[in-house]
């Protein structure tokens, strides 16, 4: 699958929250099962994307979830709990950024070639990643929504000047593995026997358009622009 991520004019002084409501304007991708149908899931969850040029910005939509966390640290396993979760690789590589949050916005990052192979983020770096939370629970209905905005720096193994134009590989994930119901749903399909997200040769291409399309799309003749 190939995903075009659009520009979004962020302006100085903007909140996350400001920008997270912005997103809701922009083009909305809906993770399935098909990777793995066998395993019975009613969760729901979809994404948006877009970028600043300097920051991406990522928001999870997540449905019928089951809450269930643990009190971890940065950089332990997030993915036991309700986790949203973004792998990217740079540069036509094999090696790639895995980006995993749980919905209580405890993080973890590495990057490597494999799952076997990764070397964890400075945890200073990690928590430039700034992410917001929104959640309704209700019995054992969970539904959450979370806002990621991960600048450019902590991209540690690249020197990434801007997104705009900028072209990569990469996946998006909803997990839980350690909840009642585990469940494994991904953007891209995984042409695998047991859940494995760590899968670089699954990823789909990732295209970040230039500021200038943005801009192009904002004059087109017979819109309105205040």
């Known amino acids: 699958?190939?995903?075009?991520i659009k520009y979004l004019k962020a302006g100085t002084g903007v909140t996350l929250d400001q920008l997270s409501q912005k997103l809701n304007d922009y083009p909305v991708n809906t993770l399935t099962n098909d990777s793995w149908p066998q395993i019975p899931t009613i969760c729901t969850t979809s994404f948006i994307v877009a970028h600043t040029g300097q920051n991406i910005l990522l928001k999870f939509k997540v449905f019928n979830d089951y809450f269930g966390t643990a009190p971890r640290k940065i950089n332990e396993e997030v993915h036991l709990d309700n986790c949203v979760e973004f792998f990217i690789s740079f540069d036509h590589s094999d090696s790639y950024y895995n980006m995993e949050f749980n919905c209580q916005g405890v993080g973890k990052m590495a990057y490597g070639r494999q799952k076997g192979d990764r070397v964890f983020i400075e945890e200073a770096d990690l928590r430039?990643?700034?992410?917001?939370?929104?959640?309704?629970?209700?019995?054992?209905?969970?539904?959450?929504?979370?806002?990621?905005?991960?600048?450019?720096?902590?991209?540690?193994?690249?020197?990434?000047?801007?997104?705009?134009?900028?072209?990569?590989?990469?996946?998006?994930?909803?997990?839980?593995?350690?909840?009642?119901?585990?469940?494994?749903?991904?953007?891209?399909?995984?042409?695998?026997?047991?859940?494995?997200?760590?899968?670089?040769?699954?990823?789909?291409?990732?295209?970040?358009?230039?500021e200038k399309i943005a801009v192009q799309e904002a004059v087109k003749p017979g819109k309105v622009n205040f």
């Open 1 to 4: 699958m190939n995903l075009q």
């Open 128 to 210: 430039n990643i700034q992410t917001l939370t929104t959640a309704d629970r209700q019995g054992d209905s969970f539904n959450w929504e979370m806002t990621w905005l991960i600048p450019a720096e902590v991209f540690t193994f690249h020197q990434i000047k801007t997104f705009d134009g900028l072209g990569a590989s990469g996946n998006f994930y909803k997990c839980g593995d350690g909840l009642p119901q585990p469940h494994f749903l991904s953007w891209n399909r995984i042409d695998a026997e047991l859940p494995d997200f760590h899968r670089p040769d699954f990823f789909g291409k990732l295209s970040f358009l230039p």
